[in-house]
């Protein structure tokens, strides 16, 4: 079976390198990595070009952000499955290749996502279910009821094989066949929310997708968006607002979505400019978490058994690439 690799970088030359040794390591063929560096200033192109001169690299003159470059790069495969994959997520190449064998013979699935850990190996909630016009506000009543969140699957421990509504695009494999059915990431959500929008119309096609945590892979979180929380929270809401106004529904049930958000946004504003300890919340999808990110790890934890469970270190085998970055900061919260 022919796969591909496509990574999106944009100043995060030293994740891109652990990436991608770690791939080359364990089975991964130079030439079925695509890399597209978006006008990177950190040296990741002088990187690329010295030390994997054998990956396939473009350099674009601009930041053509996720969704375009994702596009850029799908032209130039042929594979019958690709993985997009962050430039932060380090992991086996050969296990990954497990999963487009595992669900190839399953003409429905049109996706399938590992496990994501963190690098200490616990586990991290990955899948979500579609957001509406209301999803604030749930979010906002299930942090006061100091309930699991329904949007982010606080239900779900991440353990066990299921299909799933929406998987983070961190890593994430993808048939050929049905992304041509499906159609491109929409470059009107250029950072965030294309791969919201992408699950939305896979499933309204009769496709599935799978989250499969057979395998796993290491993901730091946030290696480019982290940075400039207060713009990265700017373009999330955008193109949160953005979903909102695409989708279905009554005028004024999708005006009450926009006032939360509103709302949301204004309340997160303090946190990111005079709480440090709170920056993290930034890359929050636009939830009421955000208004308590560090009591809230603590209360989900406490309250929620599944999560509890998924949060504790893994029995299992868990991906530890001698190329993982010794002093990679964490960024547990987000």
């Known amino acids: 079976m022919k796969t591909a690799v496509l990574i999106v970088n944009y100043n995060t030359s030293d994740d891109l390198r652990a990436c991608l040794q770690s791939l080359l390591a364990t089975g991964a063929a130079a030439e079925s990595i695509y890399v597209a560096d978006n006008a990177s200033t950190d040296g990741s192109w002088a990187m690329l070009q010295a030390e994997f001169p054998q990956v396939r690299s473009i350099r674009n003159s601009r930041n053509l952000y996720y969704a375009e470059a994702n596009t850029q790069l799908w032209d130039l495969s042929d594979s019958e499955w ?103 990431l929409d470059p009107r959500y250029p950072l965030f929310f294309n791969d919201v929008d992408w699950c939305h119309r896979a499933l309204a096609a009769g496709f599935d997708i799978q989250f499969d945590p057979s395998v796993a892979v290491l993901h730091r979180r946030g290696g480019s968006t982290g940075r400039q929380p207060l713009l990265q929270l700017w373009r999330s809401n955008f193109s949160f607002a953005r979903y909102i106004l695409n989708s279905p529904g009554r005028t004024a049930v999708r005006s009450l979505g926009l006032l939360g958000l509103s709302l949301s946004f204004a309340a997160r504003l303090p946190l990111l400019l005079f709480l440090p300890d709170c920056r993290l919340a930034g890359r929050a999808e636009s939830s009421w978490d955000a208004f308590h990110p560090c009591r809230n790890q603590r209360r989900t934890t406490a309250g929620n058994p599944t999560v509890a469970a998924s949060r504790r270190r893994p029995t299992g085998t868990v991906p530890t690439p001698a190329t993982a970055p010794p002093s990679a900061p964490r960024r547990d919260r987000d």
């Open 82 to 184: 690709t993985m997009l994959l962050n430039p932060d997520v380090v992991g086996n190449f050969t296990d990954l290749a497990t999963l487009p064998a595992k669900w190839d013979s399953d003409p429905r699935c049109a996706a399938v996502a590992p496990q994501l850990r963190f690098f200490d190996g616990r586990i991290q909630p990955s899948c979500r279910r579609l957001p509406d016009a209301l999803t604030v506000w749930r979010e906002f009543f299930d942090v006061l009821l100091r309930r699991p969140s329904r949007w982010k699957m606080g239900d779900f421990d991440h353990r066990s094989s299921r299909a799933v509504p929406q998987p983070m695009f961190s890593c994430i494999w993808i048939r050929r066949s049905a992304w041509r059915a499906v159609g491109d």
